[in-house]
């Protein structure tokens, strides 16, 4: 853990629900860093020399030392940005199996308790309050709620606590700005294919 005189930075991208769980976590721990946002486009020196082989964010700088974290939430990515609808439905099928058995964990390790931690955010609880905007974006695009009241009551109301707590409030992006940028993205990646086509 940092302690005094270390020195903390975040090279990351506001809509990076990796470069999120981070920012989570020095949040709910009460560090002090310095963030760099990242253009992806035009990757700046420090990320190419910081993940030399990923070339991604999050990069968690201690003392100048890299930590470097890049992972893909295959299906869920899949479910909205897939070519057809049949792979569109088919990662959606899988997204829902990865809801049960998230809201199966939950019920089991929370015992009643507010979070996966118990009475306390616990590594559960950031990694996956790193997704919380992200599922409010979701909504706002699609319509269709990812963790909801019928198929998973618990973490439906996780995601609402965990929202509204005060170091969640001040790490995560607004949905609304998510849902903007994704937009966005669609648009350019469907002028793209347009273009090669």
């Known amino acids: 853990m940092a302690g005094a005189g270390d020195e903390l930075k975040l090279l990351g991208m506001w809509t990076s629900p990796f470069t999120l769980r981070v920012k989570l976590a020095l949040s709910f721990k009460g560090l002090s860093y310095e963030y760099a946002e990242e253009d992806l486009s035009n990757k700046s020196e420090l990320l190419l020399s910081s993940n030399p082989v990923h070339k991604k964010v999050p990069v968690l700088i201690h003392n100048g030392k890299p930590i470097c974290e890049s992972q893909l939430l295959k299906s869920w990515l899949q479910a909205s ?23 199966a964990a939950f019920e089991g390790c929370s015992k009643g308790k507010p979070f ?10 950031v990694t996956l309050g790193a997704l919380v905007s992200w599922v409010h974006a979701g909504e706002a695009l699609y319509g269709m709620r990812l963790f909801d009241a019928t198929r998973s009551p618990l973490l439906d109301a996780w995601v609402d606590r965990f929202a509204a707590l005060d170091a969640a409030k001040a790490a995560l992006p607004d949905a609304g ?21």
């Open 81 to 103: 940005m897939g070519k057809t609808e049949e792979e569109k439905a088919e990662a959606l099928k899988e997204t829902f199996a990865a809801v049960a058995n998230l809201e």
């Open 116 to 125: 996966f931690g118990g009475d306390a955010v616990g590594y559960l609880d």
């Open 177 to 197: 700005r998510l849902a903007e940028y994704a937009k966005k993205r669609q648009a350019e990646r469907a002028a793209g294919e347009a273009a090669n086509n």
